[in-house]
C-alpha cells in the first residue's frame, strides 16, 4: 500500500493548480486520461488548433497571468480584446466587417436592443420599462422576466439559455450565473444606446499560439512528472480507513483534493448522489476547419433562435488572424440524451446546414473536422444542488476530503476562480503541514 499526505484527483487546472502550490514530495496526482488536461486539451490537425471547446483566459489577477506566461517559453502569447455578437435575422447588417457582414447585434443583448429592427427595438424598450420591477423572483427564469421585461427574455435570454442549459429555466436557481451573467439596469441599458459600454468579466483574454493546452502545461511545470500517474482513475474512497482503490494499487491518504464532478466523488464515498440534485448538460463540439475567410473580426457569436441547432459559434481565425475560417461550434443536450455516433453524425450534418443558412458557409470547403463531447458541462445550479453540495462538503472536508474547481464545487466559474482555489486551499494545508 502507498502512503502520501496529499493524493489529488484529476491532473486538471484545480488539481495542478494546487499539487504545484502545495510543492510537497509527499504528493501523488491520479488522473483517469492517459493525458494531463481534463477540458483544456488542444487538438492540431491539418494546420488548425482548436480546444476541446472555447477555453480562453480572463485574468483579473496579473501576477497569475505574468507567472504562468512566463513559464510557456516560445510561445507567442496573443492579448485579445473580446469581439462578441448576436445573430439576429433582419438586423440592418451592422458587422465587424470581412467578406460578409451578418445580421449581428452587439452582445450584450439586453444593452444593446437599440440595434434591433424598429419593431422589436420598440417592444423590448415597451416591456423593459412596464416590466414588474418589484416582484421577487424564485428562479432564474423568473429573474429575466422581472429585471428585463417580456420583450428581452423572449427574444434572447429565455431562448438562448434554454439551449445552452438544455432544460427550462424554471429549474434553476436565480444566482444560477453569478458573477457572469451581465446584468445591466434600465438606465444602463438607456445610457448604451448613446455611448455603448459593452464590457464584462471577460472584455479581453489571453490565448497563447499553441491552445489552451500551454496553460495546462505551465501548472504541470510545477509538479514533478513522477507524482503524476496517467490512466489511473480512483474507483473507490473509504472514508473511514481515508484510502483510494484504483486499478493498480490501494493508496492511504492524509489529504484528499478531487476535481472531478461532485456527484462522482459522492458516489466513490458511497454517499448518495441524487439525479434530481446533481443534474446538467451535455455538449457536443465540433471544430471545423475551412479553405477559406468568414467574417472578420467577431471573436464569438450566439445564437438564441430556436431553429438552429448550435448556441454558440467560437472563431479561432480572427484570434490568430489566419486566412482560414476555423470554428468551434456547441450544442446543447440534456444529461440523458444518447450521444452516440448516428446522432453524432446527424448532428454534424444539421450543423453545416444550420450554418450555410446562418450565412456563415456559403462555398467554402471543409477540410478538417474534430469533434467531442463534454459530459457534464454546465451544472445545473439550484437551491437544492446548492444546499447538498454545501452539506456533503463540509462533511467530507471533516474526513479530510476536499472537492474543488467548478465541477467539485458543483457550481459556475472561471479558470482563473479554479486555479485561486486551489491555490488557497493548499495554503490553508500547509498551516497543517508545516515544513
Known amino acids: 500500500m502507498d502512503d502520501v499526505r496529499f493524493l489529488v484527483l484529476g491532473a486538471g487546472i ?5 499539487a504545484g502550490r502545495m510543492n510537497d514530495p509527499s504528493t501523488l496526482v491520479l488522473e483517469a486520461d492517459a493525458e494531463i488536461g481534463g477540458y483544456c486539451k488542444t487538438i492540431q490537425r491539418d494546420g488548425f488548433t482548436w480546444d476541446y471547446s472555447g477555453h480562453f483566459f480572463h485574468f483579473r489577477h496579473e501576477d497569475i497571468e505574468r507567472e504562468l506566461v512566463a513559464r510557456m517559453q516560445g510561445q507567442r502569447i496573443l492579448k485579445v ?14 458587422g465587424p466587417g470581412g467578406a460578409f457582414d451578418g445580421p ?30 418589484s416582484s421577487k423572483p424564485a428562479s432564474f427564469e423568473e429573474m429575466l422576466y422581472a ?8 427574444r434572447f435570454l429565455v431562448p438562448y439559455n434554454e439551449k445552452l442549459y438544455a432544460t427550462p429555466l424554471g429549474k434553476l436557481d436565480v444566482d444560477a450565473m453569478g458573477r457572469f451573467f451581465p446584468h445591466a439596469s434600465l438606465e444602463d441599458i438607456v445610457r448604451n444606446f448613446v455611448r455603448p459600454d459593452n464590457g464584462s468579466y471577460n472584455a479581453s483574454f489571453t490565448y497563447p499560439e499553441g491552445g489552451a493546452i500551454q ?4 501548472l504541470a511545470a510545477g509538479v514533478p512528472t513522477d507524482r503524476i500517474a496517467l490512466a489511473e482513475p480512483a474507483l473507490e474512497i473509504d472514508l473511514a480507513d481515508k484510502t483510494v482503490r484504483t486499478p493498480r494499487r490501494t493508496v ?18 458511497g454517499l448518495p448522489a441524487p439525479a434530481d440534485v446533481y443534474s446538467y448538460n451535455q455538449v457536443l463540439v465540433f471544430n471545423l476547419g475551412f479553405d477559406r475567410k468568414g467574417p472578420s ?22 484570434i490568430f488572424g489566419t486566412d482560414r475560417m476555423s470554428l468551434y461550434v456547441e450544442l446543447g443536450f440534456p444529461s440523458d440524451a444518447v450521444i452516440d455516433t448516428p446522432r453524432i453524425e446527424e448532428a454534424k450534418a444539421r450543423v453545416l446546414s444550420d450554418l450555410r443558412a446562418v450565412g456563415l458557409v456559403r462555398d467554402h470547403q471543409l477540410l478538417a473536422e474534430h469533434h467531442v ?9 439550484t437551491r437544492a444542488s446548492q444546499r447538498d453540495v454545501a452539506e456533503k462538503k463540509a462533511l467530507l472536508a471533516s474526513r479530510g476530503v476536499h472537492s474543488i474547481g467548478r465541477y467539485g464545487s458543483w457550481t459556475y466559474c472561471s479558470i482563473e476562480d479554479n486555479i485561486v482555489e486551489a491555490r488557497s486551499l493548499a495554503d490553508g494545508l500547509k498551516q497543517v503541514w508545516p515544513r
Do not use: T
Not at 417592444?123 to 420591477?133: I, K, N, T, Y
Not at 429585471?147 to 423572449?154: S, V, Y
Open 14 to 18: 484545480s488539481g495542478l493548480a494546487f
Open 81 to 94: 480584446q473580446k469581439d462578441s455578437r448576436i445573430h439576429w435575422p433582419g438586423a440592418d447588417g451592422y
Open 104 to 133: 449581428w447585434v452587439d452582445f450584450p443583448f439586453q444593452k444593446n436592443i437599440h440595434q434591433l429592427p424598429r419593431a422589436d427595438f420598440l417592444a423590448c424598450l415597451h416591456d423593459l420599462v412596464l416590466r414588474d420591477a
Open 147 to 154: 429585471k428585463f421585461g417580456r420583450g428581452i427574455a423572449e
Open 215 to 218: 496553460y495546462v502545461h505551465a
Open 252 to 269: 492511504r491518504f492524509q489529504h484528499l483534493v478531487s476535481s472531478a464532478p461532485f456527484p462522482a466523488l459522492l458516489r466513490m464515498c
Open 297 to 318: 473580426g467577431v471573436h464569438w457569436a450566439y445564437y438564441p433562435q430556436r431553429e438552429v441547432s448550435f448556441y454558440r459559434v467560437g472563431f479561432y481565425d480572427n
Open 373 to 381: 463531447v463534454m459530459s457534464p458541462a454546465y451544472v445545473h445550479i
